[in-house]
């Protein structure tokens, strides 16, 4: 009994926790002790002045703007084109002639919540999870229809999608499906043929930097696929404790996983509890009131190097901006009005609060993806853009668009 007693203030302290008040610079994220700096970690020679890349240009788009539905749940970037999946519909944002095409399901689009979305790099074609109506496939201006009467799919309820090779990923409620669109074949992962402790797939991620799937399930942690030899591997929390991450930085941090990227030699991974990272050695694991990031129920995330990785959370969106510097930014709008702001923050202590005139259109964030040296971020209440304009990785020294908001604030 006393144990059970002990998770559970263990739990509740870990929850309330998240909830920090805000800061001014210099302050903690929390009262809590910032932990020590992880392997390959180092603040060594650096001063507040060394800042990373901050977004400070966005715009913001809802319905009034074009797009079927204000609560986005997917978006997908593809040369001149960005995909959008919404409660009520499918759109795509020509970026040079700044509008959007939509697909209803009076316009052919099987079903009316498109949850995910992936682009063939070979075909062009572009693959969407239906949630609760399977998958669908826009080629050539026409919809191909996949659901579990007619064909192999595992289930109707698909959360994201990804292709691979001539192969394409479903995650679904009930296990993952692959279809190889040469063969016309079909191939089902249940617990029956895979480590999966649980059989909801809420994610799916190909890396072809190391030819291999990422499976976020939603009670079975992380599952990799090894794409030519066809073995698995399995991350879960070694503790085996689900209400606490009872040692830190021994292994992913908690079995219900929400999304996990392999980019640049490391691997990301989103719970509902916090974020981590893996460089095949070293674990290391992301709380909101150790670093300054926004919330730990991470929707998804996405990464752009081993070094950085975007969070999709309940309060706002979050970035590992630079995890050599332990340097995180935060995006917060302020309430209905359209501006916001981002903070800085390095080993858990505020360097910098950015007053932003337009923010990001909402604090939920469900999706977001990456189009150069821009983000596009899907929000509960219409798509944001973030121009990165001078974009730079890592940190540096008064950068220029610190300088240019100090210009214009003077003005």
């Not at 002990?6 to 870990?14: I, R, S």
């Not at 001063?47 to 749940?73: A, K, M, Q, R």
């Not at 975007?310 to 302020?334: E, F, P, Q």
Request: hydrophobic share 35%; proline share 3%; glycine share 10%.
């Amino acid at each position: 009994m006393w144990r059970a007693v002990f998770l559970w203030v263990m739990a509740w302290l870990l929850a309330t926790g998240t909830a920090w008040a805000e800061t001014t610079s210099g302050e903690k994220a929390s009262g809590a002790q910032v932990p020590k700096l992880a392997f390959g970690q180092s603040v060594d020679n650096l001063t507040d002045d060394d800042l990373p890349y901050v977004y400070t240009e966005w715009e913001n788009f809802t319905e009034e703007d074009g797009l079927p539905n204000d609560h986005i749940f997917a978006v997908r970037c593809a040369g001149e084109k960005v995909w959008v999946g919404t409660e009520n519909g499918l759109a795509c944002y020509d970026k040079k002639t700044r509008k959007f095409t939509v697909w209803r399901e009076k316009d052919g689009l099987p079903w009316r919540a498109v949850t995910g979305i992936d682009v063939d790099p070979q075909t062009g074609d572009v693959w969407l999870a239906l949630f609760g109506g399977g998958v669908a496939r826009l080629s050539g201006g026409r919809f191909d229809h996949f659901h579990q009467l007619n064909s192999g799919l595992v289930n109707n309820v698909v959360y994201a999608i990804a292709v691979e090779h001539d192969n394409v990923w479903c995650a679904t409620t009930a296990g993952a499906s692959r279809y190889n669109t040469t063969t016309k074949e079909w191939t089902i992962f249940t617990e029956k043929n895979a480590p999966m402790e649980e059989i909801w797939n809420y994610n799916v991620f190909y890396s072809p930097e190391v030819n291999k799937v990422f499976l976020a399930v939603w009670g079975s942690g992380c599952l990799e696929f090894d794409v030519p030899t066809e073995k698995w591997k399995v991350y879960l929390d070694p503790d085996r404790e689900m209400e606490i991450d009872l040692f830190r930085d021994d292994g992913i941090i908690h079995v219900i996983t929400t999304a996990a990227n392999y980019v640049g030699g490391a691997l990301w991974v989103s719970t509902y509890f916090g974020q981590c990272r893996y460089d095949g050695r070293y674990w290391r694991g992301f709380y909101a009131h150790e670093t300054g990031l926004p919330s730990d129920f991470t929707n998804a995330l996405r990464a752009r190097s081993g070094q950085e990785c975007w969070m999709c959370t309940d309060k706002g969106l979050g970035v590992v901006a630079d995890y050599a510097t332990d340097t995180y930014v935060s995006y917060y709008r302020n309430g209905d009005d359209s501006s916001g702001r981002a903070e800085v923050f390095r080993q858990g202590r505020k360097i910098k609060e950015v007053p932003l005139e337009t923010s990001i259109a909402h604090n939920f964030i469900i999706a977001m993806d990456f189009d150069g040296d821009d983000v596009w971020v899907g929000t509960a209440k219409g798509l944001s853009h973030g121009i990165g304009r001078g974009y730079y990785p890592g940190v540096r020294r008064q950068p220029e668009w610190l300088n240019k908001l100090k210009s214009t604030s003077e003005k």
